[in-house]
């Protein structure tokens, strides 16, 4: 399984962009980086995936590096409900079960 | 209506008693999951199913049990609670056939005193 590295918690204001980065030094050829937003008391919540360059949606930006050992989600202009736990998981989707672990994340709080 | 719910939603048990937490699902999903959630931490794995005769353990799941009765129903039971098994318990759904993301339900907070 490849092991991810991310910083426990980050501090943000309103309106500045956050870039959240996650080390995976031992990625498969077959595994792919996903990321996941978790609320107080909720369960967590897809945000983005990508296997390699730039992927972007309309709530983030995941930059991968061509060596892909590294993966960074951006999340422009952030406001105070963006406040949450951001989990980097690297695995082989199509495989899932225990290829997937989520790690303690890294706790997001966006003050004002 | 939610497409993944949990029944229970809170639940307090004594030390030895048998509970069971239901997962069900409308979203037409084969794979299925159960996490447990300790405070702040991640989610551990506890049991998969890929499919209604497929379970397969995950990195926890001494002390507990899973049936999987039908495509949409994935239930965890533990046999004899104990205290450190209180925690956050989540059910998850995905489609291998997409992005495989998952779609977790609404959560079971489970105290054993």
């Known amino acids: 399984l490849a092991k991810t590295t991310q910083p426990i918690s980050m501090d943000s204001y309103e309106g500045q962009e956050v870039n959240i980065t996650c080390s995976h030094n031992n990625i498969a050829t077959n595994d792919y980086i996903t990321w996941y937003q978790q609320f107080p008391s909720q369960g967590p919540r897809f945000i983005i995936q990508?296997?390699?360059t730039k992927v972007t949606n309309e709530v983030a930006s995941l930059f991968i590096p061509a060596d892909r050992k590294s993966s960074t989600l951006s999340l422009p202009r952030v406001s105070l409900s963006d406040t949450a736990v951001y989990y980097c998981?690297?695995?082989?989707?199509?495989?899932?079960?225990?290829?997937?672990?989520f790690g303690p994340g890294t706790r997001l709080s966006v003050l004002p | 209506d939610a497409d993944v719910t949990q029944t229970p939603r809170n639940r307090i048990t004594k030390t030895g008693k048998r509970i069971m937490l239901e997962c069900s699902q409308t979203?037409?999903?084969?794979?299925m999951y159960w996490y447990r959630q300790d405070p702040g931490l991640g989610l551990q794995l506890i049991y998969y199913s890929f499919d209604v005769k497929d379970i397969n353990k995950g990195e926890i799941s001494d002390g507990y049990s899973v049936s999987r009765q039908a495509q949409a129903k994935f239930s965890l039971s533990l046999e004899s609670a104990i205290p450190n098994q209180t925690a956050l318990y989540f059910c998850?759904?995905?489609?291998?056939?997409?992005?495989?993301?998952?779609?977790f339900g609404p959560g079971t907070r489970l105290t054993v005193l």
């Open positions: 998981l690297v695995g082989d989707p199509f495989i899932g079960g225990q290829n997937f672990v």
């Open positions: 998850a759904t995905s489609d291998p056939q997409g992005l495989n993301e998952q779609f």
């Open positions: 990508g296997y390699k």
């Open positions: 979203k037409g999903h084969d794979r």
